[in-house]
């Protein structure tokens, strides 16, 4: 994203659910992607909890290359913006692997997605991607995930998981894999669900003792855990979510 | 403790419970037979309250205080203890958490003061070790994994640790092997067994009972209790079936 470039499109597909009315008035402000190299053999990570808010609209854009045998694990929240979009685009060398856990919380009126784009471009490199969503009000959530996997990138081994759940029918939850597969050897697996609190678990919770709010924050913090149980470190991982509890109490 | 006095429940538009009446004082244990459909289950979900089953007359008094106007929570919190027939799996929520946090919501709304976390182990270690249930069990997710009659024995666990004054058991012992159902019966009398509690056991088979001896049995059918004896009804109903003598 660049000032010089024209503003994006709902026509643009990786726009297609961006609220591009808040973009205006960033979009000149905003630079170009952050670019990461991890370097052969290396690995890196890197926890996004926080978005760089100008005028109620988050941006992030990294453009990550992960060298040969090289590892990236990025970790992100996707909260406390009206429009808030986390954009990576990954390029993996041979046997790296990419690792992506993210949350996308919302309520009111927000617009909040994470897309991504991941370019297996060698052989033998994986990539997992596990992104958890919980909107309320008339937030909409959105997560984009494109898949390319070269001609020569055989024994490529790249998995999305995408759940979202809404505490309100008024919620909008978008999960768009997109698979781009030019090489014949590999393994591409995707799900994605949306669905409403277990209003069974909810009763039992209830018939427990627990108030309804304390059953739902347990709930939802089992639910958005998903994306950071890969996260090895212990302190990293509780700082993100800690966040995302905070974000979550915001919700509802 | 508890009186029951002709209770209406309806689920959508079929009304299940027609006028049933049914009081249980401290230190009794009453069980409630009946035949599929009779509203056995109906009956411990309108006392938990639980959303869609609508009550449309009658009333519940609990230890002085009218039931029906409390919350699922509130209930529990005011000493009922709602054994599911079918356990509830939550992902994620390990046993333990969510029984430290289930009971210190119960004592706060009690004005209690919150047990701590070793305090609460240790609760939780006596009780599991009472139900012959691996700690390790409690530190998974709840229910999830479970066999059938893995998940009954961790509601008795549930049960020792939140310490209810009314226990409503709905077919805790089915699904059980016999080893597991006397482990359950000898945990249903450990725990409750006592002159300031009650026990409500629902259940379609004399065998627990004969574990668990109750002062009173009832036949629940078409909605209402429509006979009412000692232990010896039991017997009898295993031997001619409800049809014989309910009618």
């Known amino acids: 994203m660049s000032a010089l470039l024209p503003l994006p499109t709902k026509r643009d597909e990786s726009w297609r659910y961006a609220d591009l009315k808040a973009l ?64 990576v685009k990954a390029t993996l060398g041979k046997g790296a692997h990419f690792e ?53 990138a055989q024994k490529t081994d790249a998995a999305q998981s995408v759940k979202a759940m809404l505490l309100d029918r008024t919620a909008t939850a978008n999960a768009k894999p997109e698979l781009e597969i030019f090489a014949d050897d590999v393994k591409c697996a995707h799900g994605a669900t949306v669905g409403e609190l277990d209003k069974q678990a909810l009763f039992y919770m209830a018939a427990r003792g627990l108030p309804p709010e304390l059953a739902q924050k347990l709930m939802l913090q089992a639910f958005i855990a998903d994306a950071f149980v890969s996260m090895d470190d212990d302190s990293a991982r509780e700082a993100i979510e800690s966040k995302a509890l905070e974000a979550l109490e915001h919700l509802s | 403790m508890i009186k029951i006095e002709n209770l209406h429940a309806q689920v959508g538009d079929t009304e299940i419970l027609k006028g049933l009446s049914l009081e249980l004082n401290a230190g009794e244990i009453h069980a409630i037979m009946g035949p599929n459909g009779a509203g056995k289950s109906t009956l411990s979900y309108a006392l938990g309250g639980r959303p869609g089953y609508e009550i449309t007359a009658g009333s519940v008094n609990f230890d002085g205080q009218d039931l029906l106007e409390l919350d699922p929570h509130e209930r529990a919190a005011a000493g009922i203890f709602l054994g599911f027939q079918y356990p509830v799996e939550i992902p994620g929520v390990s046993n333990l958490q969510f029984l430290r946090e289930s009971l210190n919501s119960q004592r706060k709304s009690r004005g209690e003061e919150p047990l701590s976390g070793a305090e609460f182990i240790k609760l939780a270690k006596e009780k599991a070790g009472l139900l012959k249930m691996d700690m390790d069990m409690l530190k998974r997710a709840v229910n999830v994994g479970f066999s059938g009659g893995e998940k009954k024995r961790n509601e008795m666990v549930q049960m020792g640790i939140i310490d209810p004054k009314l226990a409503i058991l709905d077919e805790t012992d089915s699904g059980l092997d016999i080893d597991a159902l006397r482990v359950v019966g000898s945990g249903i009398n450990a725990i409750m067994r006592k002159p300031e509690k009650a026990v409500l056991l629902i259940t379609h088979y004399q065998r627990l009972l004969e574990l668990v001896k109750p002062d009173f049995v009832h036949v629940l059918a078409g909605g209402r209790i429509v006979k009412t004896g000692g232990p010896e009804l039991a017997v009898q109903l295993e031997e001619e079936g409800y049809e014989a003598v309910a009618a």
Request: proline share 3%.
């Open chain 1, 24 to 87: 205006e008035a960033v979009w000149p402000k905003l630079d170009g992607p952050e670019k990461i190299a991890v370097a052969a053999g290396e690995s890196a990570s890197r926890q996004i909890s926080v978005l760089p808010i100008i005028d109620g609209v988050g941006i992030v854009d990294l453009d990550v290359t992960i060298g040969d045998g090289a590892n990236f694990a990025l970790h992100v929240l996707a909260v406390a913006a009206d429009y808030g979009r986390i954009q």
């Open chain 1, 100 to 152: 992506l856990g993210g949350a996308i919380l919302g309520s009111g009126t927000q617009t909040l997605e994470i897309v991504t784009e991941t370019i297996h471009a060698e052989p033998n490199a994986t990539s997992n991607q596990v992104v958890r969503s919980v909107l309320a009000g008339k937030a909409t959530g959105s997560f984009l995930g494109k898949i390319n996997v070269a001609r020569d």
